[in-house]
């Protein structure tokens, strides 16, 4: 398989369970830091410190308005700001991430060398129902294309309209 050429979007490997991939530039070691570094996470996806031990707790702010300039036009029902309380549940340096997600589920992000790329699978599992399939597939597709966009130094388009875009799609792929 090449895996270079991915289908961008996530698929339901499980009933409760989003599988999405993206290829991105650069070494493990590289994706492995936008994932951990908080002021590289929140260049495409949210602020706050995280410690890298199993167990620990932390807090993340997303403030979606701010990922890209224009934000484009913040659909209803989503505030400025929203705030996450997570505990990391597995961390294997460079490879291996996974939080819980309360409410939502948990989330898993693999990172596998490819070359000069890395292949980043994000796993949430647990979710709790179809309407929250739909958001965090759209979101976690919306902020892997800016994650890629950032590692690659380009210019993204306004985030609310591809969440917006995103959400249409993912209403039409998702079982009723």
Known sequence: MNDLALDLYGALTEPATLTIKRVLPGPVDRVWTYLTDQNL????LCAGPMELKEGASFEWVWRNDELTSPPGERPE????????????LEIDPPRKLTYDWPGAGEVTFELIPRDSHTLLTVVHRRIPDRKTTVGVSAGWHAHLDLLAVR??????????????????????????
Do not use: C
């Open 151 to 176: 590692m690659a130094g380009q210019n993204a388009e306004p985030f609310w309209d591809a969440v917006a875009r995103l959400r249409k799609d993912y209403d039409s792929r998702t079982p009723k």
């Open 41 to 44: 996470r929140r260049q495409w």
């Open 77 to 88: 029902g989503f505030g400025a700001e929203h705030r996450m309380q997570g505990r990391i």
